[in-house]
């Protein structure tokens, strides 16, 4: 039905210049259908199994560790990641490779010292982690904050990534296609929980993967494979020349740069729909091939959007087809790879290109929700209200009902947040997962002398300072709120957030006279080494 009613759409409203071209609409909405209804099939075979907090949560814990990798994969390669860091890649050359870093960066962190620990100590949510050694009430409030913030943030890039591509590809309004995404999402989360989640990030990324690749060979085969030749030739094109080879447009101080790489790489270890995939696996060992693979298919995915980064220079930056009036690309940098499809192989491939970067936002947006859905039904609702005694029945209609508003509310920041660049808008997220969530689970498996104070005061510091950070930094203060100045004159709050978050819980936490109960130190250390006794 809702299908329908978006095809419907489409028909009143006018065209517009090639991406409005009816073959372009007709290729693209037929891919985009097929993936859609595949996907609602999902939903409804999965809806079927969702009877229980364990198969919403957790798909039953029967996911294969090369199915999780792929969909941790799908849950990762976003929209900042395709539309976003390609765009800034044709924006600011070099500088745009930095995000493509950083994103991958955080994993061997997420392999080494966190997969495996998080699937023996939780559950359902990085809190069961942290729940084992500290006070319920406490630590369970300060995930649920951190979790929702950062979910929040994410889903704004998502849904902006959305707006825009529909925008340039149906010629629909921007706030029809944020709606439009909104009640897909609402609908995935709602009836088919983490299964059908799963499995719909599996499909996302396969296709994620296989369109990135299509299009960055295209790019090399008409540069003899060279990929020399092709930022040879991206330097000719480019309005700074040789410069875009060169750090500094993007991101102009060490301190900065700095900031970012410690946001993304943190970050990743901190974010929660990303925490909750390790628990979709059956055991310890298939957390750690979950990661392996994640680690495998985004590296290569990123190498991929590099490529079409500078492809898009070379064949956009002077062609006045993707160009609008004032010499800017028509629907924002955010859209260089869709243009790029389009300049290369015409209205079929942009039709793919275009469905599967639609695609790709449907299913990171599914993960986004259940992961802040869950926060509420199971963190707040469970243990803070009710002391771990509700009933399984209601937790879920709580889970559910909380999806839609999580839903409601990413489609009216979707639409306030219009324009911003996509994959500065994740790099927030990753600051404020970085801030809250990461110091909170790594002292918590590294650090016996946590204690229960140190964490809910110092991880809130953490997340209080980020968010005010980015607040009246650039982005807010001036871009948003149209101030002359900023008074935090950064954009990535990372460096100060994260060192004032690490430092308030040490230093909480070693002053602290309450303590922590010898028996939970007992308890958690012994499925601590699980981790260890597993592999021998």
Not at 286 to 305: C, D, M, N, Q, V
Request: hydrophobic letters at 55%; aromatic letters at 16%.
């Amino acid at each position: 039905m809702i299908y329908l009613i978006f095809l419907n759409l489409l028909f009143f409203f006018p065209d517009f210049s090639y991406a409005a071209d009816i073959d372009s609409k007709s290729y693209a909405a037929v891919i985009f259908s097929v993936f859609v209804i595949t996907t609602l099939l999902i939903t409804y075979y999965a809806s079927k199994k969702t009877y229980d907090k364990k198969n919403y949560y957790a798909a039953g814990e029967k996911i294969s560790g090369f199915q999780n990798g792929l969909a941790i994969a799908g849950d990762y390669m976003s929209a900042a990641s395709f539309l976003g860091i390609s765009g800034l890649v044709f924006f600011s050359g070099f500088d745009g490779l930095i995000y493509s870093i950083g994103f991958l960066v955080g994993w061997p962190i997420i392999l080494f010292l966190i997969a495996e620990k998080l699937k023996n100590l939780g559950r359902f949510t990085f809190a069961d982690v942290t729940s084992i050694r500290l006070k319920q009430s406490k630590i369970r409030i300060l995930s649920a904050f951190g979790t929702l913030i950062t979910v929040l943030f994410y889903l704004i890039a998502q849904m902006v990534g959305a707006g825009s591509l529909i925008q340039i590809l149906f010629d629909l309004p921007y706030d029809y296609a944020i709606w439009f995404v909104g009640i897909l999402m609402i609908i995935y989360v709602s009836f088919g929980g983490m299964i059908a989640t799963t499995w719909v990030q599996i499909i996302k990324a396969l296709l994620l993967i296989f369109g990135a690749t299509l299009l960055a060979f295209f790019v090399l085969k008409d540069h003899s494979f060279s990929l020399n030749k092709l930022l040879v030739e991206a330097t000719n094109v480019h309005k700074s020349k040789e410069m875009i080879l060169f750090p500094g447009k993007l991101i102009n101080d060490p301190i900065s740069a700095i900031s970012l790489g410690i946001a993304l790489i943190f970050g990743t270890a901190g974010l929660p729909h990303i925490l909750m995939r390790f628990f979709t696996v059956p055991d310890g060992k298939s957390a750690r091939i979950s990661a392996l693979y994640a680690t495998t298919f985004i590296g290569y995915f990123y190498i991929l959007t590099f490529i079409i980064g500078f492809g898009a220079i070379v064949y956009l930056s002077n062609n006045l087809e993707y160009l609008d009036s004032a010499n800017k690309l028509i629907g924002s940098n955010n859209m260089a790879a869709i243009h790029l499809s389009h300049a290369i192989g015409g209205d079929i491939f942009l039709g793919f290109i275009s469905a599967v970067a639609f695609a790709t936002i449907l299913a990171v947006v599914s993960g986004l929700t259940l992961a802040g859905a869950s926060a509420i039904g199971r963190d707040i609702y469970v243990y803070v209200l009710n002391n771990g005694k509700a009933d399984e029945r209601k937790e879920l209609i709580v889970s559910k009902v909380s999806s839609v508003i999580i839903g409601v509310l990413a489609i009216i920041l979707g639409i306030i947040f219009q324009g911003q660049n996509v994959a500065f808008m994740v790099g927030l997220a990753f600051a404020i997962a970085a801030s809250t969530n990461f110091p909170i689970l790594y002292l918590t498996i590294t650090w016996k002398r946590l204690t229960t104070n140190g964490a809910f005061y110092g991880g809130f510091i953490g997340l209080i300072c980020a968010i005010a950070l980015v607040i009246l930094g650039p982005t807010i203060w001036v871009d948003v709120f149209g101030y002359e100045k900023p008074i935090f004159p950064y954009k990535y709050p990372g460096l100060f957030s994260v060192t004032i978050a690490f430092f308030s819980i040490i230093l909480i936490s070693y002053f602290d006279k309450s303590g922590l109960s010898k028996t939970n130190l007992d308890k958690f250390d012994k499925l601590l080494k699980q981790s260890y006794l597993g592999r021998k």
